[in-house]
């Protein structure tokens, strides 16, 4: 048997199941009861505890080659090689006896900038996921694949804090030094890809690559667009769409030739999908993808993609060629329009607005979102928050690093840029409605075509934004948010109060006080 584990200084008495098919990973998956089939044959998990990532249960560990690099604080949070010691040698013994699934696969669609990468999975249908998301190589590949990073597996094994130094009975470990990610405790796929997303933000720019947690799709006219936001805020649903060619929904980087996707295929969140509004997504939920943690009746294996019994944070993966539309290549030119997308909670902010290039600087290092239900662990209901960059949690460097380089790349290509409300109007959460997708899509539309441009402006008196009185395809009362509301001295009072939280917020940032006045103006009672 070729041992596909021993350079890690793993081993095993039991199986070493290597690049396996999709069909036998489903019957392997099916037949260690890891999960059940849906109507529509996609292997159905429930992840358990928990369903979202752990981020308090994250780190990166702190070794000499990497410790003056990265943003070190609440998010990166540091520890001791020891932990890691300790907590391998826990997977080690664990492993000893366990039949294990490995995968090997590329992060990057660009082969000047790929990152060749081995999964050790205990679940065969965790295998199953990394071979959906990241880019499967060819024979060829094969023949000569050289692991540069390993992620290890071990969703089964439960940790110990006082003895292993972790946080909970969970980890995710991130050593730049081993080159090696260990991933303990939880059955959420997702701290799989978000940590090699992680170890790629830390890697790309010293090669020159901005990489961006962001979605790219291209116009029939060539035109390409990126779209920033968190998890939620509509990057997967706005980039599939049947209009224009996808190249990824959620990870890319943007080097001197242009764009490329980080994956091959896409993690969706499923919670209220919708034939009627995106009918892509709909259609990929079929065999050969993994859902997890969405309800499932139990005579007629449909899905119920309205019920939120398990988490707000349902998810289908798939690879990206289920998308009919999505070219497999994962490239695209320098992007004429970059979309930023936030999910207001308060229900207050413009559904769309035209930023000058400061204004893309301070709403970019601001990255104002709300985490919404279910996408971290203890999170019930969306919670206003900034997340710099829009995905700190990813971000290993220092935000001036990122916000460096996109700031150079809008210069030099000549980018327009937007920001769109994909959240509430009318009210803040509980009492607003959510912008509808048809009226997101009608904006977007409008900002990549450029009539939008072609329309009238007025700035916004607090947000300072430039807001269209009118944009085709969506009715003007929803251009004005102040319009929505019931009470406007309500809207006042709530919109000064997220103006004030931009304020405190930017406040943290060193070197970028000649920003300040881009952001929203607050008022001197406040």
């Known amino acids: 048997m070729t ?9 095993t008495t039991g199986s070493q199941a290597y690049q396996l098919p999709v069909s036998e990973l489903i019957e392997q998956a099916l037949a260690n009861r890891e999960g059940i089939l849906s109507e529509t044959g996609t292997l159905s998990v429930q992840t358990g505890k928990f369903t ?45 006896d366990k039949n294990l699934y490995i995968f090997d696969g590329f992060a990057g669609a660009d082969h000047r900038y790929s990152l060749s990468v081995r999964f050790i999975n205990e679940l065969a249908s965790h295998n199953l996921f990394v071979h ?121 980087g943007w080097s001197a030739d242009g764009l490329f996707n980080f994956e091959g295929g896409c993690y969706a969140k499923a919670i209220r999908l919708s034939k009627k509004n995106e009918p892509e997504i709909w259609d990929a939920i079929k065999f050969g993808a993994l859902a997890e943690n969405i309800v499932l009746h139990p005579v007629t294996r449909q899905f119920d993609y309205d019920d939120d019994h398990f988490t707000e944070n349902s998810r289908v993966a798939y690879p990206i060629h289920y998308i009919p539309n999505a070219d497999p290549k994962g490239m695209a030119g320098h992007p004429n329009a970059v979309i930023f997308l936030t999910a207001d909670a308060f229900g207050v902010l413009p559904a769309v607005s035209k930023l000058s290039e400061e204004q893309a600087q301070y709403h970019f290092i601001s990255g104002y979102t709300s985490k919404l239900a279910g996408t971290e662990q203890g999170v019930t209901e969306p919670v206003a928050a900034f997340s710099t960059c829009f995905g700190a949690p990813f971000m ?8 460096k380089m996109l700031t150079e790349r809008i210069q030099e290509h000549k980018v327009s840029v937007y920001l769109i409300n994909t959240g509430w109007q009318g009210g803040p959460y509980g009492v607003g409605k959510r912008v509808s997708i048809p009226h997101t899509r009608a904006m977007v539309t409008a900002a990549l075509n450029g009539t939008l441009d072609q ?29 929505q509301w019931q009470d406007k001295a309500a809207y006042d009072k709530k919109a000064e109060e997220l103006a004030q939280m931009f304020a405190e917020n930017f406040k943290k940032f060193e070197g970028v006080e000649h920003l300040v006045s881009a952001g929203p103006r607050v008022p001197a009672a406040i």
């Not at 994250?58 to 410790?67: E, L, S």
């Not at 269209?468 to 395809?473: E, N, T, V």
Request: aromatic letters at 10%.
């Open 132 to 252: 959906q998301l990241f880019i499967r190589p060819d024979a060829n590949q094969l023949k000569g694949f050289a692991s540069e990073f390993t992620v290890i597996s071990a969703p089964g094994l439960q940790l110990n804090p006082e003895t292993e130094g972790t946080n909970s009975e969970a980890a995710i470990l991130v050593n730049f030094e081993k080159k090696m990610v260990l991933v303990v405790g939880t059955r959420y796929a997702g701290e799989m890809k978000k940590s090699i997303f992680s170890v790629m933000n830390y890697l790309m720019p010293k090669r020159n690559v901005f990489p961006m947690h962001c979605s790219v799709n291209v116009g029939s006219d060539g035109r390409s667009a990126v779209f920033f936001g968190l998890s939620g805020t509509g990057k997967t649903t706005l980039s599939a769409d049947p209009k224009r060619t996808l190249i990824g929904d959620d990870e890319h």
């Open 3 to 11: 041992d596909y584990i021993g350079y890690t200084g793993l081993s």
């Open 396 to 403: 290993p460097l220092p935000a001036s690093v990122y916000a």
């Open 455 to 483: 329309q009238e402006f007025e700035p916004h008196p607090i947000f300072n934004v430039l807001v269209p009185k009118a944009c085709p395809g969506v009715p003007a009362e929803i251009l004005n948010p102040c319009a």
């Open 52 to 96: 979202g990532r752990a981020p308090n249960d994250r780190f990166i560990i702190d070794t000499a080659d990497v410790h003056d690099d990265i943003g070190w604080g609440k998010i990166n949070k540091p520890a001791n090689p020891d932990v890691f010691e300790k907590v391998f040698k826990k997977v080690q013994a664990y492993f000893a």
